[in-house]
């Protein structure tokens, strides 16, 4: 990932003044320290809703109290098929596991994408052995953030910094889409799967386009 923060480049003259080191330093804190527990720490028992939604607090990184799970949210990823039901009112590592999957990728993502990519990825994993695997790129990721980060940075500087930021994850976000929609449409093209059968809209297409030839070659003849 390019450098976006911290090189000489960055215009620092726009304003005097230092940004307080403390909240730089909390900030590098929370992106090296500050991450979702593995799975065999997850409980061994099932937890009810509102137990679920304490507990999702401490799965992610969070500045204010904005943004909080709550139980309607956890009601539409279910009916959104997100999720899977709980198992008697209680949910199990599977549901903690997928409620942090989707909560840090609907930062980014419509939930219509965030369950497309999810079910794109769980096909050949099970939840275990995805849940690592996003947990190990979430890591890379934060950890490669931080580095980026430098206490010394002057108040007139971050703005710039905040720009760089913001216009490198609209590039990112528009070919993490593109991508979804390229995967998308390749499925509807190879029909439904493992079914071995076309697609019926590209079936009728390829009628038409054999019809076509027919007609041009009668044409031809005559």
């Known amino acids: 990932m390019r450098n976006y923060m911290g090189n000489d480049k960055v215009v620092r003259d ?3 003044g230092s940004v ?41 990184i969070h ?3 904005e943004g909080r799970l709550t139980s309607a949210m956890i009601n539409n990823y279910i009916k959104g098929r997100l999720l899977p039901r709980a198992k008697g009112k209680k949910y199990t590592r599977e549901h903690l596991a997928g409620l942090t999957e989707i909560c840090i990728l609907k930062q980014i993502l419509s939930v219509e994408n965030t369950g497309f990519l999810l079910h794109q990825e769980l096909q ?13 790129i979430l890591d890379q990721a934060l950890t490669e953030t931080s580095t980026q980060i430098h206490t010394d940075w002057d ?13 490198s994850s609209y590039c990112q976000k528009l070919v993490c889409e593109r991508l979804l929609e390229i995967i998308r449409n390749r499925k509807e093209e190879d029909g439904p799967e493992g079914s071995g059968e076309t697609n019926p809209k590209r079936g009728k297409k390829q009628e038409k386009e054999q019809e076509k030839k027919r007609d041009d070659n009668e044409i031809r003849k005559k």
């Open 14 to 16: 726009k304003e005097e």
């Open 20 to 60: 307080p080191v403390e909240e730089l330093i909390q900030l590098k804190e929370k992106l090296d320290g500050e991450r979702p527990v593995n799975w065999a720490d997850f409980p061994d028992i099932g937890l009810y809703k509102d137990q679920v939604v304490s507990y999702m607090y401490r799965q992610l």
């Open 155 to 167: 108040a007139g500087s971050l703005s710039d910094i905040a720009l760089r930021l913001a216009v």
């Open 124 to 136: 050949g994993d099970n939840q275990e052995a995805f849940y690592e695997k996003f947990c190990n």
């Open 63 to 65: 500045f204010e109290e």
